[in-house]
């Protein structure tokens, strides 16, 4: 007799090929796990993401996480018959909408057999005051939390902690989206080639999306740039303030930062170990939750960090703090 799965259905404001480190978390996990589980993913439909049918059954039905959409939404997960619903959390495909805050007390009335467990990928403390109250029924009304940092929790507000109190808890690290790779000097010769960079430069590499929090302008004529040359691995968007702003101040101070635009994993990682050093000067500090930091700790290359706490060089994780 063949034994029966668990179902679980994986709720994700963004899936690929939606350009989110929480959207590729998501997809990684469902990856690895459904092996052993019956995987459903329920998104958004304005990524372009696909409905898949096959072994991981992706729903891109989500138009709006408002309550014009509930019955939408409601009708696929009742469609489903999840034992469990994984709900992950923030995204910016939610946007401020109350309904995904309340979403697991919905789901447990409309079946309470149903286990909702949600993870929070972001540090609720750093909120406002309203952001933290909006989380309260996120974790009042889930089974299980589960916290990328153990940080994150122990500085909950206390109304927070109270809510999640009670629940189950687990702590575990988001890792990287990205693959290790070893050093490839004819990669790099070709991104060189390709940036129009000299051949005898050293390679300053930073990653992710721009905005205040990764706090890049710290960069600006901060390093030699005789001996080195930027690339910036994703793009520049000039009808995104921040980032429009950004590029005219580094215009301004005379940067010449290479965007690769999109770059698959693969080329990511091969990117990042051909680095002379990696640069994550985050105004919070780098922490775990942090994927392209994680992202880079992956390969063989020198990486300069903040951090809240730690200063100084740690041999062992080739990162200066």
């Not at 990856?31 to 993401?49: D, G, K, M, P, Q």
């Not at 007390?105 to 309470?112: A, C, F, R, Y």
């Not at 793009?235 to 429009?244: E, K, L, R």
């Not at 702003?245 to 698959?264: C, D, H, M, Q, V």
Request: glycine fraction near 6%.
């Amino acid at each position: 007799m063949k034994e029966k799965r668990l179902k679980v259905l994986f709720i994700a404001g963004s899936y690929p090929p939606a350009l989110c480190g929480i959207g590729d978390y998501t997809a990684l996990l469902v990856r690895e796990l459904s092996a052993r589980i019956s995987a459903h993913v329920l998104t958004s439909s304005f990524y372009n993401t696909k409905e898949d049918k096959s072994r991981i059954k992706v729903y891109p039905v989500v138009g709006a996480w408002k309550i014009k959409n509930l019955k939408k939404i409601m009708g696929t997960v009742s469609g489903i018959r999840p034992d469990i619903v994984h709900i992950q959390y923030p995204s910016a495909a939610y946007k401020k909408n109350l309904l995904f805050n309340f979403l697991p007390l919905i789901i447990k009335i409309s079946n309470p057999r149903v286990k909702v467990i949600s993870t929070f990928h972001e540090p609720v403390h750093r909120l406002g005051i309203t952001g933290q109250l909006r989380m309260i029924p996120n974790m009042l009304f889930s089974d299980g939390c589960i916290f990328i940092e153990e940080e994150g929790y122990k500085k909950l507000p206390l109304l927070n902690k109270a809510a999640a109190a009670a629940k189950k808890r687990a702590f575990i690290p988001a890792g990287s989206n990205i693959p290790k790779a070893a050093y490839d000097p004819e990669y790099r010769r070709k991104i060189m080639k390709r940036a129009g960079i000299g051949p005898k430069k050293k390679l300053l590499i930073t990653f992710g999306f721009i905005n205040r929090i990764k706090n890049y302008e710290t960069l600006f004529n901060a390093y030699d740039k005789s001996q080195f040359s930027w690339i910036h691995i994703g793009s520049i968007d000039p009808n995104n303030v921040y980032q429009a702003g950004f590029l005219r101040s580094a215009l301004k101070a005379g940067e010449k930062i290479f965007f690769t635009g999109y770059l698959s994993a693969k080329e990511t990682a091969k990117l990042l170990a051909c680095a002379d050093v990696s640069v994550f000067p985050f105004s919070d500090g780098v922490t775990d939750r942090h994927a392209t930091f994680m992202a880079a700790l992956n390969q063989p290359a020198y990486i300069a960090a903040s951090h809240a706490d730690k200063r100084g060089y740690d041999k062992s994780s080739n990162v200066y703090y």
